[in-house]
């Protein structure tokens, strides 16, 4: 293991080395080399510095670059996530040629749904559509967010958002998730669809794990092929509600649909009927996000 040395000055040395012991303190050191780069994000640190404290920060072989006059190039969040957590990492070390500055961070980053496609064996067509129902899933079962279906942040929970986390979310759901993705990929089409593919695959999974599977495949059915459905019910209120949005005469948040099916659904398993069919959607200046 490669520990930083200091020159007499006191400075750290940049070198090219293998394996080395990064702690808070050195982070901070480096940090201040940095030369007018990129603000930092905070979407990106928080959720590497929750992997850190969690212990699953893993070494990869990834480098933390430096320029020959010993500025730091690349590697900001990475340090900046190790200062804030205030552990120690471990990640190579690289001085690049001035030349070599444009060739940086020219890769494509993997996603989760490219996870799920090489990890898990998840289909290529399905990843996508996986990958964005477990983080929405997460977000449910482990946070209080006032809007957990549209998961755009980064920051509020990034504990459990980062790709250990979503891996371990879907390896222990594994079953539920797969059986919905693939009823999802038969049944909401293009020409039906009123919710996304992502969304129809929380609803399955969270609805059946507190209703039992037939209610939950069985109203969603209903609501996206209006086959069986009984007119001036509540699943019948829903699906014209999202039908209207389809057919651009009404505006709906895209997780207010998801809420309004969950809402609809609720309603019926507690054995009431919503007659108006305004009272039926989702209204989010009345009511909290709905939740199963």
Request: charged share 25%.
């Amino acid at each position: 293991m490669f520990r930083c040395e200091r020159t007499t000055e006191g400075k750290d040395m940049t070198v090219t080395a293998s394996r080395v012991e990064i702690t808070p303190e050195i982070a901070k050191e480096w940090l201040e080399k940095s030369k007018g780069n990129r603000s930092i994000r905070r979407g990106n640190v928080e959720p590497i510095k929750a992997d850190i404290r969690a212990g699953d920060w893993k070494y990869n072989g990834d480098r933390i670059r430096f320029l020959p006059d010993g500025t730091l190039y690349d590697g900001h969040h990475r340090l900046t996530a190790c200062f804030e957590s205030g552990m120690t990492i471990v990640s190579d070390t690289f001085v690049m040629d001035y030349d070599a500055k444009p060739t940086v961070d020219k890769g494509v980053s993997r996603s989760t749904a490219d996870l799920m496609a090489m990890e898990h064996g998840v289909s290529p067509q399905k990843s996508k559509d996986v990958a964005a129902a477990i983080r929405m899933m997460t977000m449910h079962d482990n946070t209080n967010s006032s809007d957990w279906a549209r998961v755009t942040s980064k920051v509020y929970g990034a504990e459990f958002l980062t790709e250990h986390a979503l891996q371990r979310y879907y390896l222990t759901n594994k079953d539920d998730i797969d059986e919905a993705a693939d009823w999802v990929h038969e049944h909401v089409k293009r020409q039906n669809t009123l919710i996304s593919k992502s969304q129809a695959i929380s609803f399955l999974c969270l609805a059946s794990r507190r209703y039992g599977k037939t209610n939950a495949y069985g109203y969603l059915y209903s609501v996206v092929t209006g086959y069986g459905i009984d007119p001036g019910s509540t699943a019948d209120h829903i699906r014209n509600a999202l039908l209207a949005v389809k057919m651009k005469q009404r505006k709906m948040a895209t997780s207010h649909k998801l809420y309004s099916i969950i809402k609809g659904f609720k309603s019926i398993m507690a054995g009431r009927t919503i007659k108006h069919p305004h009272n039926a959607v989702y209204r989010p200046s009345a009511e909290p996000a709905q939740r199963l």
